[in-house]
């Protein structure tokens, strides 16, 4: 181990990670497992309940992914199911089951070109989060500070490349969304991309310093800085950060919990129109909430960029809506999506007017039952995309399984802090500042 340091570790729920391709798949399939949010649903028990969620959390990658999903997100269950299954799947919010600690040390020594010891003073061996692609572990480095060192599951990368590559798990997650018949071939390539991408944490590390520039100086947006010498491809290190967990922060006064909301939006809106980015992995744990409406953001494995001409639209289509401007949103909003008129675009028109009601009806309490309904909307206008009985359907644009993965995800989160914001004047703070340039790392656009 390195002289010097200090190991601390208890009893964890340590696992092997399955890695073959057909081994993940029967286990998938042995806790009910079938496309859409129907692959998580077995007998109407909380035993079937149980066993899918120790499958997915067991199996990490893809799997873990849409488990927790569909902890979360409301309207993706169906209602009948909802409470038993979300109760089983909160677990993969917080902390999947983790890997060896003998493999998590050899992976960070090989890593990082020393023994623990000598890169650490001290080191945890129990992971304080584990999820879909790394776990955490609380370390001090030898100047005193505390950090946070985020270590792929070892095995993670074949694991993950047998989920992608084949069609099952990866249309499940797209069928959560109701997008499984729309799984065109650009879309599935997005996706893969995407994913992929998580494993590279140099990217993240690259993409959490961005975001970090886009909102410096907004005393209450927090990033934790990365420490760069105890970094690599497979290991990311920075400072640690703590704060109220979403479930403890729901409890708070309303309004503390308004100005979270405030501060989530500032960071995923401002972010998207002012950084033309967007991190889209809206998971719970991925908030630590704090005093005076302060939010820490973690975790940016999974992010896009928006197609300038897009993102010049959508800043278009903020603006009417805050403004109560309906020709100019219905305007905007066939720019954006380069819809030709009929039946699609009618549906399309409609859909955008439920999602953008906290803007267009503020302030506005976004609600569970909201956010189900505006879930239920989606996969209702997939599905008559699908008959397209006047030939108006078009292409959705790059990005989109994305861009409704961070809004229901999202909007899932504040309803969970359930409070009544003035969104519209809080867009108007941003909407006017000058748009940045991209970003300097390598990333797929989307719109």
Excluded at 102 to 122: I, N, W, Y
Excluded at 220 to 233: D, F, H, K, M, Y
Aim: proline letters at 5%; aromatic letters at 8%; charged letters at 25%.
């Amino acid at each position: 181990m390195g002289a010097g340091a200090i190991i601390r570790g208890t009893m964890t729920d340590e696992r092997k990670l399955p890695t073959g391709r057909l081994g993940r798949w029967a286990r998938m399939a042995g806790a009910g497992a079938r496309a859409g949010a129907s692959m998580l649903l077995g007998r109407d028990d909380d035993a079937a309940a149980l066993r899918a969620a120790e499958a997915l959390g067991t199996l990490r990658g893809l799997a873990a992914k849409v488990g927790q999903m569909a902890s979360y997100v409301d309207g993706l269950l169906p209602e009948e199911q909802r409470e038993r299954y979300e109760r089983a799947l909160g677990g993969l919010q917080a902390k999947a089951p983790s890997s060896p600690a003998a493999a998590v040390r050899g992976l960070v020594e090989e890593e990082l070109g020393a023994p623990l010891g000598t890169l650490f003073a001290e080191w945890d061996e129990q992971p304080f989060a584990s999820a879909s692609i790394g776990q955490v572990h609380r370390a001090r480095l030898d100047d005193g500070r505390e950090v946070a060192v985020k270590v792929q599951h070892p095995g993670i990368a074949a694991a993950l490349e047998g989920d992608l590559s084949g069609a099952g798990v990866l249309e499940a997650a797209l069928g959560l969304f109701g997008m499984r018949a729309l799984g065109s071939g650009q879309m599935l390539s997005e996706v893969r991309a995407r994913f992929r991408e998580e494993l590279d944490y140099t990217l993240e590390a690259a993409r959490q310093r961005h975001f970090a520039e886009i909102h410096a100086g907004d005393p209450t947006i927090r990033i934790p800085t990365i420490i760069g010498e105890r970094s690599s491809a497979r290991v990311l290190t920075s400072e640690l950060a703590s704060g109220l967990s979403l479930e403890e922060a729901s409890r708070a006064g309303e309004a503390e919990r308004a100005a979270w909301c405030e501060t989530l939006w500032r960071f995923v809106y401002k972010g998207t129109i002012v950084g033309g980015i967007f991190n889209a992995d809206p998971h719970p744990g991925n908030y630590f909430f704090g005093a005076d409406g302060v939010v820490t953001f973690l975790d940016f494995g999974c992010v896009q960029l928006a197609e300038p001409g897009r993102q010049e639209y959508a800043c278009q289509l903020h603006r009417a809506a805050a403004d109560g401007d309906e020709a100019a949103f219905e305007r905007s909003a066939r720019q954006m999506l380069g819809t030709r008129g009929g039946a699609y675009e009618d549906r399309v028109l409609e859909y955008l007017r439920r999602a953008f009601k906290p803007q267009r009806e503020s302030p506005f309490r976004i609600s569970r039952e909201y956010v189900a309904d505006l879930v239920a909307t989606m996969k209702g206008l997939v599905l008559a995309a699908r008959k397209d009985p006047d030939g108006s359907v078009v292409a959705l644009p790059p990005g989109v399984f994305f861009m409704n993965r961070l809004q229901f995800g999202f909007y899932s989160v504040l309803a969970r802090l359930d409070a009544e914001v003035d969104y519209a004047t809080l867009e108007r703070g941003f909407l006017d500042l000058p748009k940045r340039p991209p970003p300097p790392f390598p990333t797929t656009s989307a719109g």
